[in-house]
């Protein structure tokens, strides 16, 4: 069974495991988009799952997205 995460928890995850600063301040599941700062001062959302599996840590300024091929 998946691990059901806390806002708190989340915010310690990003503030161990990247240069982003998290936003949103409430965590409803899943799906929901999370706001972030990256270090470059740029605003982004992510899902959680995109960000702690795939490694979308940054904005898609830092970070851009990989060419589809």
Known sequence: MNKRWTIEEIRKYVNNNSESTLLTTEYRGFSQKLS??????????????????????????????????
Do not use: I, L, M
């Open 36 to 69: 972030f700062r990256c270090a470059c001062g740029n605003t982004f959302e992510k899902t959680f799952t995109k960000f702690k599996n795939n490694g979308q840590r940054k904005c898609e300024v830092c970070q851009p997205p990989k060419a589809s091929r």
